[in-house]
């Protein structure tokens, strides 16, 4: 079936280093791909999303690109801040359906 | 907009009770789901919603129930709480048009806890 699989965590780094969280998927057809970020304590927020092969996504400094060749969509952020520690997941819709991915832990230390 | 609201934010029940989790969102959207979280698990999608009188199953919908007889309301039913049901559960709702297609905005979340 339709799945999700991401780097696990947890991931701790210094401000303003270099983030990477893998995910590659597993899917029929051709599905839209996300990142939702969730703070302590609260519901799931959309960072970004992509919907056909080869768009970027993007917003506040994080990128993803879908890579059908891959089948990834992995989150990147140049310079991290201790404002960006947070649960991360990667998710997939295909049909009504959406999947979501363990998610990965970050904590940025100053 | 109060987006997507959810009650009770926390309930402990005991092995066997029932109840109903509450959720409505304002925000005229016809899609709406459930999922629990589970720690280190991420979420599962227990029951979603095409719209009103419109309900099918996703992963895990055994031992809950759920009815959508309003756009805005789309209440969860567990009948029989069992200690596996100790979780988070979020309710969330997305439209299919627009220039927010697919993006899914959730509830804060209902922690419960079955003794």
């Known amino acids: 079936g339709d799945s999700v699989t991401q780097m696990e965590g947890p991931v701790t780094l210094s401000e303003e280093a270099f983030l990477t969280i893998n995910c590659t998927y597993t899917?029929?057809?051709?599905?839209?791909l996300f990142w939702y970020v969730q703070y302590p304590g609260e519901g799931l927020q959309l960072l970004l999303k992509?919907?056909?092969?080869?768009d970027k996504g993007s917003n506040k400094g994080f990128e993803a690109t879908y890579r059908k060749e891959t089948t990834s969509f992995h989150l990147e952020k140049g310079s991290v801040q201790v404002s960006d520690s947070a649960v991360y997941f990667c998710?997939?819709?295909?049909?009504?359906?959406?999947?979501f991915g363990t998610g990965t832990s970050l904590t940025v230390i100053p | 907009n109060a987006g997507v609201t959810q009650t009770p934010k926390f309930r402990i029940l005991k092995i066997g009770q029932s109840m109903t989790l509450q959720c409505a969102q304002d925000?005229?959207?016809?899609?709406m789901y459930w999922y629990r979280q589970d720690p280190g698990m991420g979420l599962k999608l227990i029951y979603y919603?095409?719209?009103?009188?419109?309900?099918d199953k996703g992963e895990v919908p055994n031992g809950y129930n759920v009815s959508r007889s309003t756009t805005e309301d789309f209440p969860l039913r567990l009948e029989l709480a069992a200690p596996s049901q100790t979780s988070v559960y979020f309710c969330?709702?997305?439209?299919?048009?627009?220039?927010?297609?697919?993006?899914?905005?959730f509830g804060p979340g209902t922690r419960l806890t079955v003794l």
């Open positions: 998710a997939l819709k295909t049909g009504n359906q959406f999947y």
């Open positions: 969330a709702s997305t439209s299919r048009t627009g220039p927010s297609t697919d993006t899914q905005y």
């Open positions: 919603s095409v719209g009103a009188g419109i309900t």
């Open positions: 925000m005229n959207h016809n899609y």
């Open positions: 992509a919907t056909k092969a080869d």
């Open positions: 899917a029929t057809g051709y599905p839209s």
